[in-house]
């Protein structure tokens, strides 16, 4: 297992259903290597480490740099996605925690860009983690009679209570209870551009003349007279994202555009295994040892020895 926070994460969506007996494998697409490390990755438990010195352990058939270029397959074939994220520590301070999202169905890199943004779907086009249930209206209570009693409505907004507390500040200003219900979206627009519970009271109590015969129709009118200018759109200041990709191969930082398939341009461009880039050609490192081989051995059959001055060869 990794450190806490750390290590596999699987992908939670209906659509991936009960995990599968093992002569039924969902990963019978791919190479021998790539199902066998596949298979063994999806029965680990989420925060199971993932790096390629740990999974060449638990696996007897692969050393490591099989299992790295095994985890780079996958990554293409859209099985896994490696990201850094910023989480919280107890300290009140953040730190970079590195995880690996597992998903047993193959996805596409438009796909695990949406997941990676906290909005992908999936096949039946529900969010993946959030669930679209409608809250039910609460029924209001009955009596003994079995008539059904009016509900309390519970307040709990700061602008109401601002309104709620006038009276006491200005007891010419006192509102009832539909009063504050009336003036609430009023007083939030003060607050969302910048005024203070203190700002808002002093702006309504001021000056007030000696007698108010209707508090919630003055009050209403001050706060859309003096209602402060919206305040002046500042530059937003760049921001660093709380999940970052990174490339499966190499471990560089990215945005999902950048990493297709979970690999960067320079891992993608400089592998040469079979299959990996569609019609690269691949090398045949031993029949290039043995042309090199011959060509010494030639050479070394041909070389003649060094001619000295003033001497004859027999």
Known sequence: MANPGYGKRSVSAPAEGP???ADSSPFGHLPPRESHLATLIDRLPDGAAMDAKTL????????????????????RAGHLRRVRCLAA????????????????TARDSEWWACFLAGDAVSEGGAPIGVRDVQP????????ASGEPQPQRRSHTSTAYRVLAQLGRTEPRLTLSAADCATLEPLVSEWFARGATGAQLTSALTSG???????????VARRLRDKLPPEPEQEAPAGRVPRVILECTACGVPGRSEALPQGLCRACTEGSTLPGVVDGA????VHRHAAILRATLTTR????????LAGTRLP
């Open 281 to 284: 050609d691949t090398i045949d």
């Open 56 to 75: 060449a352990k638990a696996s007897p058939l692969y050393g490591q740099q099989a299992v790295r270029t095994a985890l780079n397959e996958l990554s």
């Open 136 to 143: 039910k209206p609460e029924q209001p209570a009955a009596d």
């Open 89 to 104: 520590t107890g300290d009140n301070g953040t730190r970079w925690i590195f995880r690996t999202h597992w998903s047993r």
């Open 19 to 21: 995990r599968r007996p």
């Open 208 to 218: 007030l003349p000696e007698s108010v015969h209707s508090p919630c129709g003055f």
């Open 300 to 307: 070394h059959d041909t070389l003649q020895p060094p001619r």
